[in-house]
Each structure stands twice: as C-alpha cells, then as structure tokens.
C-alpha cells in the first residue's frame, strides 16, 4: 500500500539508551522531515532531508541524528535517550514537483517514552 | 521559534456557528498550508494557499493569506461535532514549520 509508515508506534526504553525510530515511504517523495510533539504542544523541526544524502538540522537538532542513504527511508536515531525526549514524533515527505506547492503527508507517529 | 503562530490557543463554539482561527509567520513564505490533527493521530493536509493568492476556498474552508501582514486565517463554516481537533498553519519557505495550533472544540 502506498503511503508512509512509521515504526515502532510505541516505544518505552530507559536513559542512556541508543534508539532508533524507522519512517518509510513509497512514493519517492524528495523531502522527508522529523517533527516531536510534546503533549498539548506543536510540532518541532528535529532534522528534514532534501533528498538521498542530504539532510540539515531543524529547530531542535541536539540528541538526534539521521541518515538517508536511501530515498524512501529517513531513520531518526537518538543517540543516548533522555527523559526530555519522550515525545511523539512524526515523520512526513512532501513531493518536490513544482516547489513547495503541495502537501506534506504525516505517518501515524511514534509515541517514545524515556524511563 | 517557530515560525507560525496560531490564534487562539483554543476555541470553543457550538454546533452550526463559524470558527475563525489565524496564524502569523515571520518570514517570507512560498506557500502557507492549513492541517488538522485528530487527537492522538497525525497531521492531515486540509487546504494549501500559495503566496501570490489571497483567498482559497475548499468545501466548508475559507483561507485568506496577507502577505503585507504576514497572516492567515481559516475559517469553518457551519461548525460540526467532528471538527473537534487541533489545526495548524505550516510555513514552507526553505522547510516546513508549524505553529502551536488552535485546539477547536465543537459542541453538539
């Protein structure tokens, strides 16, 4: 089925722990972003990808890092998780096309608890 | 900071009125784009504006841009129960950014 898939949607690990949160599309969208959503709060820039090989940092970089070696796949790893990084986090491409000019599509999120 | 900010935080209206939320960015935009978020669920796209147009209609959506101003604003006409969400306004000029959104609370 054609969309974008996240996984895990649910993730509890302990601090200090390296994790690594999958996102996966199929339409070969150019651009993938890394957004967090604190409770009752907005969503957050972590890191977006122009392309394969491509990637720069958003709002808040600091404790993540990622990859993109291929274009449909745009892992998000945190380093050494800490309790600020408990979170839900949405991953979302938008087809480059005519530039910007169309909608960006979300996967379901991850919800990451750090104990 | 972000670059969109929503207003209000929240809204609350009954069934059948108009909702009118607004967002205002900092910096030049090439498009402003308009999602809703079901409590719990991602963002759903419900109507993009670009930034040589001031007015864009989609169904029960109104979207007006001013880019003199830097504004937005949504409004829903004949409000509904499942209009309950949050709404953002996402900002695309070199990457897409989102404000705190308007928490819209329809009461049947």
């Known amino acids: 089925d054609a969309g974008i898939t996240q996984s895990p949607r649910y993730k509890i690990t302990e601090t200090g722990r390296q994790v690594t949160l999958m996102c996966h599309q199929t339409?070969?969208?150019?651009?993938m972003f890394w957004y967090r959503q604190d409770l009752g709060h907005g969503l957050r820039l972590i890191y977006y990808?122009?392309?394969?090989?491509?990637?720069d940092k958003g709002e808040v970089p600091d404790g993540y890092v990622v990859s993109r070696s291929k274009t449909e796949n745009f892992p998000l790893t945190l380093e050494s998780a800490t309790r600020s990084q408990t979170s839900v986090y949405f991953c979302?491409?938008?087809?480059?096309?005519?530039?910007?000019?169309?909608?960006?599509?979300f996967g379901q999120g991850t919800r990451l608890t750090v104990v | 900071s972000q670059q969109g900010e929503e207003d209000p935080q929240a809204l609350s209206i009954q069934e059948g009125e108009n909702a009118t939320m607004n967002c205002s960015y900092k910096?030049?935009?090439?498009?402003l784009q308009w999602y809703r978020q079901n409590s719990g669920r991602g963002l759903v796209h419900l109507i993009l504006?670009?930034?040589?147009?001031r007015e864009k209609h989609s169904g029960r959506l109104r979207v007006t841009l001013d880019t003199s101003k830097k504004s937005s604003s949504l409004l829903i006409t004949a409000s509904r129960a499942a209009d309950t969400a949050s709404y953002f306004c996402?900002?695309?000029?070199?990457?897409?950014?989102f404000g705190e959104g308007t928490q819209l609370t329809v009461n049947p």
């Open positions: 996402g900002t695309s000029g070199s990457r897409l950014t």
């Open positions: 910096t030049s935009i090439n498009n």
């Open positions: 504006i670009r930034s040589n147009e």
């Open positions: 979302a491409s938008i087809e480059q096309g005519i530039f910007w000019n169309t909608e960006a599509f």
């Open positions: 339409w070969s969208h150019s651009y």
């Open positions: 990808s122009a392309a394969a090989d491509i990637t």
